[in-house]
Nanobody, 125 residues
Framework: QVELAESGGGSVQAGGSLSLSCSASGHTGGNPCMGWFRQAPGKEREWVAVMNTGSRATHYADSVKGRFTASRDGARNAVFLQMNSLTPEDTAVYYC??????????????????WGQGTQVTVSS
């Protein structure tokens, strides 16, 4: 069981930046895949970024590529999401999550397995 706790959400004007943090505790079972997904009101969940914290291979959804950057701090078992050039379309609850792991290929999938309580990000125009 993994416990995840996000922090750092808030409100910002379009074009601004926010940084999210996530601390992880518990037993990951050797799964190195962590990242973020979001859910906007009335919309389906959308994965945002997934990182293999071992190889550091990181993938981003097209909607955030070039604007968002995921990173990790292995010593603190934490992952971060730096969000720049925010637009109102980025308004959502952001969740830190573990993702499924294809160990034979050392590749992360896009299915979330555990997630935190979420943190609200609001971008005004």
């Amino acid at each position: 069981q993994v416990e995840l706790a996000e922090s750092g959400g808030g409100s910002v004007q379009a074009g601004g930046s926010l940084s999210l943090s996530c601390s992880a505790s518990g037993h990951t079972g050797g799964n190195p895949c962590m990242g973020w997904f979001r859910q906007a009101p009335g919309k389906e969940r959308e994965w945002v970024a997934v990182m293999n914290t071992g190889s550091r291979a990181t993938h981003y959804a097209d909607s955030v590529k070039g604007r968002f950057t995921a990173s990790r701090d292995g010593a603190r078992n934490a992952v971060f999401l730096q969000m720049n050039s925010l637009t109102p379309e980025d308004t959502a609850v952001y969740y830190c999550a573990t993702f499924n792991y294809y160990s034979d290929y050392d590749v992360c999938g896009r299915e979330y397995t555990f997630w935190g309580q979420g943190t609200q990000v609001t971008v005004s125009s």
